[in-house]
Nanobody, 128 residues
Framework: VQLQASGGGLVQTGGSLRLSCTASGFTFEEHAVTWFRQAPGKVREGVACLSNSDGATYYADSVKGRFTISSDNAKNTVYLQMNSLKPEDTAVYYC??????????????????????WGQGTLVTVSS
């Protein structure tokens, strides 16, 4: 069972990147999948969650309107499209998944301890 995150890189302010998170050994169906990020010296924060049981998506206020989480079930991949990037978006981004037969709930969706599958992280650097 493994999550593989990719797609990070260096981009200028206002640019875009798309991160990918591909699962092997299980499928994302009946899982909540969340992208977290951790900037140097800061706590890890959840930025976007996809609740596969009902298709709902949730975003942190800091990225709402700029980031979009989506999935391609045929490829067993979840994406994070990041537009209008800002220097404060610079961080290592991680994807994480947890089995959830019901909808993801705000009480736990952005709490890292909820998740038992983690990708290795991909670095996003936004230059000013």
């Amino acid at each position: 069972v493994q999550l593989q995150a990719s797609g990070g890189g260096l981009v200028q302010t206002g640019g875009s990147l798309r991160l990918s998170c591909t699962a092997s050994g299980f499928t994302f169906e009946e899982h909540a999948v969340t992208w977290f990020r951790q900037a140097p010296g800061k706590v890890r924060e959840g930025v976007a969650c996809l609740s596969n049981s009902d298709g709902a998506t949730y975003y942190a206020d800091s990225v709402k309107g700029r980031f979009t989480i989506s999935s391609d079930n045929a490829k067993n991949t979840v994406y994070l499209q990041m537009n209008s990037l800002k220097p404060e978006d610079t961080a290592v981004y991680y994807c994480a998944a947890v089995y959830s037969s019901g909808p993801a709930k705000r009480s736990w969706m952005f709490i890292g301890a909820t998740y038992n599958f983690w990708g290795q992280g991909t670095l996003v650097t936004v230059s000013s």
